[in-house]
């Protein structure tokens, strides 16, 4: 592990991308401070599986609990980005009535339980996480119809916000929304 010094405070960090551990060496007992970095709406980007390279939202963190050994985060991401739109489209669908912007601003979402080991958090967050949890829950996940209603409720509120992307609370708000549907080059 890794410390940095000040004065006679010595500060371990341990490769957990869900909590950092700050330890203070200074007095007789250690004390331990926890900092939660993964914590609903943050935007993570997911490190392993069939999502691996797509970003996600989380909307919920959970301990080891259950069938599950390892801590574990229900996340709602993009699992196909909506195409670019330029200038030269929206004039043409204007002039000749097309929907070509529409059908360009098609989401594709997907709801998934994942490890936390596979997600690396972006200092990024969503604002829409809150309607998305009502929507999302682990109990959506159990059975296939409901996942699928899940699914299609999130790919609506995804939809909207897209959409949206100007308008928000703040300037952060909005560059989080711009950074979670820009396709990951890499």
């Known amino acids: ?13 341990l490769c957990n991308p869900a909590r950092w551990w700050y330890t203070c060496l200074s007095g007789n ?17 997911v490190l392993a599986g069939k999502f691996a390279g797509k970003k996600a939202c989380i ?8 069938s599950r050994k390892h801590s574990s985060v ?3 991401g993009v699992a196909r980005y ?3 739109i330029t200038r030269a489209l929206i004039d043409a669908d ?6 070509k912007v529409e059908k360009r601003c098609v989401i594709k979402p997907f709801v998934k339980v994942l490890n936390q080991n596979h997600v690396m958090p972006t ?3 969503l604002d829409v996480h809150e309607a998305l949890k009502t929507v999302v829950g682990d109990a959506s996940l159990t059975e296939e119809d409901k996942k699928s209603m899940a699914k299609n409720k999130a790919k609506a509120i ?4 897209f959409k949206s992307q100007a308008t928000g609370k703040s300037e952060k708000a909005i560059t989080g929304v711009q950074y979670f549907f820009r396709k990951l080059r890499f």
Do not use: H, N
């Open 1 to 13: 592990a890794s410390y940095t010094r000040c004065d006679s405070i010595v500060v371990y960090f």
């Open 29 to 45: 007992p250690l004390q331990i401070v926890k900092m939660a970095i993964l914590k609903p709406g943050r935007i993570v980007i």
């Open 59 to 66: 909307l919920q963190v959970a301990g080891a609990t259950g």
């Open 74 to 76: 229900l996340v709602c």
């Open 82 to 84: 909506p195409k670019k």
């Open 94 to 99: 204007a002039k000749e009535g097309t929907k």
């Open 123 to 125: 200092r990024f967050t």
């Open 158 to 161: 995804l939809t909207d916000r």
